[in-house]
């Protein structure tokens, strides 16, 4: 994907890699005080970007805790509500750990909260999957446009921006660097 | 019957004159011809043919009026330019006594756009076992000369044998439709490459040329003289070839479509394709084309097989075999023929009027362009180039394979005995 | 992805790759409390079974129900629909119907490749089998189980088969099952090879991507999955080979023939076996012989198929991915 054809030629970085260090680094934090230890929770990542901020994170939990912090991922695409209206995609990974998430805190990771549809869409594969004790949400961005009753538990940062605008998460692992990028559409 | 000039065609594609005709026959040929009150044609540029002759044509009555009769098939004939044709014999009930064959000839009479030949079966109900009563089909009022159970293969060697000495008492011919039942038992197309790979049932050569050998055999012994329907291998070529060197009294046909299209088109799946014998390969095709120009295969005949739309509106193994060809036989039998330059319109007028008549026995018919002969005549404007609508179609059915393609050529005027069936590409 | 799945010969190595890296999540599926996704909720695929089998029906029918679809059964024995015309009333019922997708079985060459081109109907067709012609879902379980075995369930993701040798033995002439699994593994690198008596192999077979021997016993121990096709008993009947015991003897697997394999070679069957026939039980009842694994793998093939088939919209317009779906 070509970020400036994407993005538009103005697109600007809202979070450079230092930040999105940090935010994780304050998440973590907060797990962990919500969650008093974070001995039952597993992270959940939403593919792609959601997966490489749900290991990061746990990563900063272990390094927290002492503890080792089960993480997956798990993919929505056939929950998705809108699979009538674009072509049939590839499918993401889904990767339970290995004691499962019955009676356990899951906390979903995703890159941007935005409609809220992935969420939903996430809550219902969970379901599908086991019974968690309570599910929580962390993500790196929320811009806000929510279409449906869904809010994040752990933000890493809100960037009010206009429906005309684009939010670009680019990860280390997958684009080689680690950056936010706020663009306007491009026109055509 | 008033007179007609046909003013400025090139007569069998040679010299440019005028024809002129009183009634029934042609009574001058010359140039600058002129007479009184005739209606002149002016034909320049056209190709002035003797009535085509069609020694192969399924007309369907009696019995399947729903994809052909007497009438619509003979009007698709005078469009086609034909001006008689032989109707092969597996009607229901099957043209195996003297009774149906007349009944066929009576119709063909009354239609009034073609002379029409019944052709008698060989034997009763086509079933190969026993001979039909070819002497009293040949006394009846249709004289029948030609004997066919095409759609079947007479395969029993001693009922070929007999039928091919019986008919020689009258001057008769058995016409073989040459395919071995048991090597095409579930045959669905040619037996090659193709049919490998749409996993369609193969119909190999050798069910046709092993038929033609054995048959021309069979002529040779017995000194009769055997028609090959539908010839559509290279290797039944060198058979007719060899048969024909040895001084064997053989005469073959070939189809136009046999002539112009390869088994490829079944990758498709669409049984417009389905014919039977089906189409072969391109080397086939250009081993057909070749014979047809050296005169190894004597005649083109249409094989003109209507079918319903439903029997071609499904599935391949559930779809009947065959397609109409009368209206279009002479613009393939132009394009594959004429101008690739293997034949010129002499040779046209030769393999689709003079030889056929001659084999049939057709009187009054593939007579020369001269005077006192009949004015049995077909006009041809050779420029014409057109895309085959078969909603044009003079024929009941519409099951042709060249829908949407463009094919030269078209017949401007037909003339049965001097009146005129077709005018300005329109039957009359 | 293309409309419809008529032919294995139609899929690009890309296709065949994501087909399978898909079915490998559907498999995953099967390891969940709830064996089911509500991918295909509210749409109708009908299974338009002209010819029996009640194996490949059931296949497909667990896969649409597992992605939530709802399914209509239409079987209808070739006696009662010989007759062409049944098969585009039937389908210009089912469009009428409001059927969104169509897995057909029929006993005539071509005819889902009839259905989907015809105009008869707009729905995507699948071809579940037709006559002697193609069964590419088959094809692409039977890859599927060999990419598993032979390079490994995470391993294989995103790879084909390049430079595995399969061998197909039996009635070639008679099987779609070898015409699509001989244009399938061509297209994902492997090497075919056909082994069969000369009747049992169609006269043009020249041309296709693989190769052909006689004998069984040279091709055994360079083969990394074998795999035996049914060879029905009335072919004897039409002069094919002489006897039961002489094909056993000349083209049958049995223990001794398979300890010519290499070590981690496969044997696969397609099902069902005539035990005795190509195959002995001591092979079928072996660690090597996969045909319970095939018949598990159908479904996840199934699945991964009716998703990239039906799973979106594939319409001309091309949509991107951006965040304001998320």
Same mark, same amino acid.
């Given at each position: ?15 450079? #890699? !230092? ?132 809010? #994040? ?22 684009? *080689? ?12 | ?110 239609? *009034? ?7 008698? #079966? ?84 050798? #069910? ?147 030889? !056929? ?8 018919? *593939? ?22 609508? !078969? ?33 300005? *590409?329109?039957?009359? | ?326």
């Amino acid at each position: 994907m070509d970020t400036q054809q994407q993005y538009g030629d103005d697109a600007r970085p809202v979070l450079e #890699a !230092p930040d999105i260090a940090r935010v994780l680094t304050r998440i973590a934090h907060e797990i962990v005080e919500r969650a008093k230890g974070a001995d039952d929770v597993v992270l959940l990542g939403i593919p792609t970007r959601g997966v490489f901020l749900a290991r990061r994170l746990a990563e900063k939990l272990e390094s927290i805790t002492g503890t080792k912090i089960p993480v997956g991922s798990l993919d929505i695409t056939m929950y998705r509500d809108d699979l009538r209206l674009k072509p049939a995609r590839a499918l993401g990974r889904t990767e339970i750990p290995g004691d499962g998430i019955d009676g356990r805190l899951v906390v979903l990771v995703d890159d941007v909260l935005f409609s809220g549809r992935t969420i939903r869409a996430a809550l219902d594969a969970l379901g599908d999957i086991g019974r968690p004790r309570a599910v929580q949400l962390a993500v790196l961005v929320d811009r806000g446009h929510r279409e449906l009753p869904i809010r #994040a538990d752990y933000v890493g940062k809100n960037l009010p921006t206009s429906l005309r605008e684009t939010v670009k998460v680019q990860l280390a692992e997958e684009d *080689g660097r680690d950056t936010v990028l706020l663009g306007s559409r491009p026109s055509a | 019957m008033s007179k007609i000039l046909i003013r400025g065609a090139q007569v069998l594609g040679g010299e440019v004159q005028d024809v002129l005709v009183d009634g029934e026959t042609i009574e001058q040929v010359g140039t600058d011809l002129s007479a009184e009150g005739a209606t002149v044609i002016e034909a320049q540029g056209q190709i002035l043919l003797p009535g085509l002759v069609d020694l192969h044509t399924h007309l369907r009555e009696p019995g399947r009026e729903d994809s052909e009769t007497v009438l619509t098939g003979t009007r698709a004939a005078a469009s086609g330019g034909f001006t008689a044709v032989f109707a092969m014999a597996n009607t229901h009930p099957v043209a195996d006594t003297a009774g149906v064959v007349e009944q066929v000839y009576r119709l063909g009479k009354e239609s *009034g756009y073609c002379d029409v030949q019944p052709i008698g #079966a060989v034997t009763v109900g086509l079933e190969g076992k026993k001979l039909a009563e070819l002497g009293a089909m040949h006394d009846s009022a249709a004289g029948v000369t030609v004997f066919s159970d095409d759609g079947k293969c007479v395969d029993d060697a001693v009922i070929m044998r007999r039928a091919l000495e019986y008919v020689k008492a009258f001057g008769g011919v058995v016409a073989q439709h040459a395919q071995e039942p048991r090597l095409t038992e579930g045959a669905q197309m040619n037996e090659g490459i193709v049919s490998a790979e749409l996993g369609l049932g193969g119909w190999p050569a050798v #069910a046709e040329e092993s038929i033609i050998a054995r048959d021309v055999l069979l002529a040779e012994h017995v000194g009769s003289r055997v028609h090959i329907c539908h010839l559509s291998t290279a290797g039944s070529v060198e058979i007719v070839r060899w048969a024909k060197s040895r001084g064997i009294d053989v005469t073959a046909e070939v189809t136009p479509h046999h002539l112009l299209l390869t088994d490829e088109l079944v990758r498709s799946y669409d049984p417009v394709y389905k014919v039977n014998p089906p189409l072969r390969t391109e080397k086939d095709v250009l081993a057909l084309r070749e014979a047809l120009a050296d005169g190894t295969i004597d005649i083109v005949a249409t094989d003109h097989a209507p079918h319903p739309h439903e029997d071609k509106d499904c599935e391949w193994a559930a779809a009947a075999m065959g397609m109409v060809g009368l209206e279009t036989a002479l613009s393939v039998v132009q394009q594959t023929m004429v101008e690739t330059g293997l034949l010129d319109w002499a040779g046209v007028a030769d393999r689709m009027s003079f030889a !056929p008549a001659r084999i049939g026995r057709a009187k009054g018919h *593939g007579r020369p362009v001269s005077a006192g002969e009949p004015a049995n005549l077909t006009l041809v404007d050779p420029a014409y180039r057109g895309v085959v609508d !078969p909603a044009d179609f003079a024929s009941r059915s519409r099951n042709t394979p060249y829908e949407g393609r463009e094919l030269p050529g078209r017949v401007t005027h037909t003339f049965l005995r001097g009146r005129a069936t077709v005018v300005d *590409g329109k039957l009359a | 992805m293309m409309r419809h799945l008529i032919s294995a010969a139609d899929l690009t190595r890309d296709d065949a790759v994501l087909i399978l890296d898909t079915a490998e999540e559907m498999a995953r599926v099967a390891d969940r409390p709830i064996r089911k996704l509500p991918t295909l909720r509210g749409r109708t695929i009908c299974n338009l079974f002209f010819e029996d089998s009640t194996r490949t029906r059931i296949s497909f029918e667990a896969a649409e129900k597992r992605l939530s679809a709802d399914v209509i059964n239409f079987t209808a024995k070739g006696s009662s629909v010989s007759k062409g015309e049944s098969l585009k009333d039937t389908a210009q019922t089912l469009e009428a119907m409001g059927v969104d997708a169509v897995v057909i079985r029929h006993s005539a060459s071509g005819a889902p490749y009839r259905l989907a081109t015809s105009g008869w109907i707009d729905a995507p067709v699948v071809n579940a089998g037709d006559g002697t012609h193609q069964h590419p879902t088959q094809a692409l379980l039977d890859a599927f189980t060999m990419r598993r075995r032979l390079v490994g369930r995470d391993a294989g993701l995103g790879r084909d088969l390049a430079g595995k040798r399969i061998t197909l033995v039996g009635d070639v002439l008679h099987s779609r099952v070898a015409r699509s699994n001989v244009d399938l593994l061509h297209t994902l690198g492997a090497e075919v090879t056909l082994v069969a008596p000369p009747t049992l192999v169609p006269v043009g077979v020249e041309t296709w991507p693989c190769e052909v021997s006689y004998d069984l016993d040279r091709v055994l121990p360079k083969s990394d999955a074998v795999m035996m096709l049914r060879v029905q008993r009335e072919r004897m009947n039409a002069a094919f080979f002489p006897t039961e015991r002489e094909y056993s003897r000349r083209y049958g697997l049995d223990g001794d023939r398979m300890a010519k394999m290499p070590e981690h070679a496969i044997v696969m069957h397609p099902g069902p076996m005539v035990r005795g026939m190509e195959i002995t039980a001591e092979v079928a009842d072996s660690d090597r012989c996969t045909v319970v694994e095939q018949v598990a793998n159908g479904v996840s093939i199934r699945m991964a198929v009716l998703y990239l088939l039906l799973g979106g919209n594939d319409s001309a317009v091309t949509h991107t991915r951006t965040e304001e779906n998320k």
